[in-house]
């Protein structure tokens, strides 16, 4: 059964259609970020989601300038960033990298559990900034980070021995 019409809904739809039009055209428009910028928080609140696209190439032009702004939004941004990364753990990296560090450790606390799940669960080059941050911030205890730390290493250790055996294998078929 469809749901009814809310015209509540269509005036947010028409405002974030608006406020899209704002957005980059592509990474080297960054004309559109110093409007989006001069636009503020929280004109922008519609379309968080679509801000955190723009720094996820952090050789992008508008990366840079794109995360200056979310780290300015600072708290306000977090409820937003909570839901999307509920949804898109992509995103995670790039705020890991280009805005969480320069949040207050109180304005970063909601997103630690994330942060926390990169740190222990997530892919290699998702694993290590995570758990850098969480130890830089302070957000999960010395033990836990210790240990955290421990295995990490012993799993990057493990993993070099293979990459030694298969250069191994590969100079040995030279010698041949």
């Known amino acids: 059964m469809r749901e009814q019409y809310n015209p509540d809904d269509h005036s947010l739809r028409e405002r974030r259609r608006d406020l899209r039009a704002l957005l980059p055209r592509d990474k080297n428009d960054l004309d559109a970020v110093q409007r989006l910028v001069e636009a503020g928080y929280p004109t922008v609140e519609p379309i968080m989601g679509d801000l955190l696209k723009w720094i996820r190439g952090p050789e992008w032009p508008v990366c840079k300038p794109m995360a200056a702004f979310l780290v300015q939004i600072g708290a306000p ?3 937003h960033l909570k839901e999307i990364l509920t949804r898109h753990d992509e995103f995670i990296v790039p705020l890991i990298r280009e805005v969480l560090p320069s949040w207050s450790t109180e304005v970063m606390s909601p997103l630690t559990v994330f942060v926390e799940q990169q740190a222990v669960h997530g892919q290699y080059g998702r694993d290590l900034p995570a758990l850098e941050l969480l130890i830089r911030k302070r957000l999960i205890p010395a033990q836990q980070a210790s ?28 010698a041949v």
């Open 77 to 79: 941004a977090v409820p």
């Open 147 to 174: 240990d955290l730390v421990m295995r990490k290493r012993r799993g990057h250790e493990a993993q070099l021995a293979i990459l030694d055996s298969m250069a191994n294998l590969l100079a040995n078929d030279d």
